[in-house]
């Protein structure tokens, strides 16, 4: 049978990000999709004009109209936006049992915009973090999560383990916002303290709109398809990776990836992207 995975996030009406990214991505990697929407956002590769959140009641509707009928074997988070809706999130996945849970703790747009209110950092760290498999903070979300700057490796794996006392398995701090001109070099960090860089060439360009939402969602296909997280953490990798090498130039501003690359590359000879790991 298909395996059956759930997203938990905003609709992004241009269709890069969001619950658009995820199911692209789901459906790209073979899994079958559902989605819980958080949040309708008016949204393009320029920025987002308005934020429309759902009613927590309608966030709960749609968990329990997929937990009664679904066998979710992974899922993840994204734009949550206030405090009664990742209740509602904490809440479902506690009820259905839900396992392999990757948060990705969206806070704001490549445009500025804020998709998560500052007073729902608490409840995402203290409702959410604890029923994490994988949490995956870009480097501004490390920040505020742990309360730490991030300027080297040293500061980087004291943020994640701050991270890792609320409560999650593991955590994996995204490179997208670092400072290295070479390298996007992700760096992961257990409970058991074993550590992990993956790295993949920084690629050049500007249709960089939800590259995080991209690597979560086929993070969160491994899961749901029986892979280590180190198995699920590499293919995620190697799919954005791909994403952003074969640019879709669509829109006038930070355009969305090619969700479609990866299985392009695929088929290609020596097309697959290589990632280095770094123990
Ligand atoms: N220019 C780039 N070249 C290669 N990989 C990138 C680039 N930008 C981001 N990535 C990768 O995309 C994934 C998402 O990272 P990031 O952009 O930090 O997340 P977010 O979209 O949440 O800000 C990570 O695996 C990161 O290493
Ligand atoms: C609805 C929605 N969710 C998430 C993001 C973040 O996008 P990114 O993956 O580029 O950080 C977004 N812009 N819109």
């Not at 609709?11 to 073979?30: H, N, R, V």
């Not at 899994?31 to 819980?36: A, K, N, R």
């Not at 760096?187 to 074993?194: K, P």
Request: charged share 15%.
């Amino acid at each position: 049978m298909i395996r059956q995975v759930l997203t938990i996030a905003g609709s992004d009406s241009g269709g890069g990000a969001g619950i658009q990214a995820d199911i692209k991505t789901f459906q790209e990697l073979g899994v079958y999709s559902t989605s819980v929407v958080t949040a309708v956002t008016a949204q393009n590769t320029l920025g987002v004009s308005e934020i429309y959140p759902m009613a927590p009641k309608a966030v709960k509707a749609q968990l329990i109209a997929v937990g009664e009928d679904f066998d979710i074997a992974a899922l993840k988070t994204g734009m949550l936006f206030d405090a009664e809706i990742i209740g509602e999130t904490a809440s479902g996945i506690q009820q259905f049992g839900w396992k392999n849970v990757v948060v990705d703790p969206v806070m704001i747009a490549k445009g500025g915009a804020s998709l998560l209110q500052q007073a729902a950092v608490e409840a995402l760290k203290e409702y959410l973090l604890p029923l994490a498999l994988v949490v995956t903070p870009n480097i501004p979300e490390a920040e505020v999560i742990s309360g730490m700057d991030i300027k080297d490796t040293v500061s980087r794996r004291q943020a994640a383990a701050k991270i890792l006392s609320f409560g999650a398995d593991s955590v994996v701090i995204k490179g997208g916002h670092g400072t290295d001109p070479h390298m996007a070099e992700d760096f992961y960090l257990n409970q058991n303290g074993e550590e992990l860089l993956f790295r993949s060439p920084r690629i050049s360009t500007a249709q960089t709109h939800g590259t995080g939402c991209t690597f979560a969602a086929a993070l969160t296909t491994g899961l749901a398809k029986g892979q280590s997280l180190y198995e699920a953490i590499y293919t995620a990798k190697q799919f954005i990776q791909a994403a952003l090498s074969e640019e879709l130039h669509i829109g006038a501003g930070h355009g969305p990836t090619n969700h479609a690359a990866y299985q392009k590359s695929m088929c290609r000879k020596g097309g697959v992207h290589h990632v280095e790991v770094v123990r």
